[in-house]
């Protein structure tokens, strides 16, 4: 048990507000180490049981999420930044996840590979960002009604535009394709946010695979 002084009363070895611990007691007396570091026993009316502050944890009502690309050797990466009230930002990198290249189609139209790279991406910063919330439990929590599903869908849409807009002034269209199917870096976020963004979605099956694949034509301009 730990006390406080309340009162030194004539006694000069503890201090009036200090805090004690108890190695043993009577009825009347309590046994601590005092300010010299003797075990020195003293009259109850002299303490009172100290009582533990428990820290108050923030909950935080709502996250904000910023993305950007980064080009490695040209090759294009994400940055995800979530910035959290009262807490230093969580950063989320990824580099050289799409492979860009002018189609021999028309210098116009570029194609993306690495789709299923960029969706494994968006995959590995929700189980890392939910690890770190978890770990950081005890300094602060997310409000229990915090919609992290579209908070994740806000971010996967925001990737997308990063695309788009970077490409802006190099070509008009984008285009992307991966199957839909027996895929295990499949995340639904970016392909609805394909699906919203494309001018349009083609379906099918591939004969080479038998996969079910779709194809994305992103407009930049």
């Known amino acids: 048990m730990k006390l406080n002084c309340k009162n030194k009363s004539n006694n000069k070895s503890i201090t009036t507000g200090k805090e004690y611990e108890v190695i043993n007691e009577t009825e009347t007396r309590y046994a601590i180490i005092n300010d010299k570091g003797i075990q020195a026993n003293y009259a109850k009316n002299l303490f009172i049981e100290a009582v533990e502050v428990i820290p108050q944890i923030p909950i935080i009502d709502g996250l904000e999420a910023e993305t950007s690309i980064v080009n490695e050797a040209g090759i294009p990466g994400f940055i995800i930044t979530i ?49 770190y919330l978890d770990e950081n439990i005890k300094n602060f929590k997310i409000d229990e009604d915090f919609d992290f599903d579209s908070f994740y869908k806000e971010i996967a849409e925001l990737l997308i535009t990063d695309l788009i807009e970077n490409y802006q002034n190099e070509c008009l269209f984008l285009l992307l394709s991966t199957n839909v199917a027996n895929n295990e870096s499949y995340n639904v976020n970016i392909i609805e946010s394909l699906n919203t963004n494309s001018e349009i979605d083609l379906f099918g099956i591939n004969p080479n695979t038998d996969n079910d694949i779709k194809l994305w034509i992103l407009k930049c301009n």
């Open 83 to 131: 910035k959290i009230d009262g807490q230093e930002d969580y950063i989320f990198d990824g580099e050289k996840i799409l492979d860009i290249s002018e189609s021999c189609i028309s210098c116009g139209i570029k194609t993306v590979e690495g789709l299923d790279v960029l969706m494994k991406f968006m995959n590995d910063f929700k189980e890392y960002f939910d690890n």
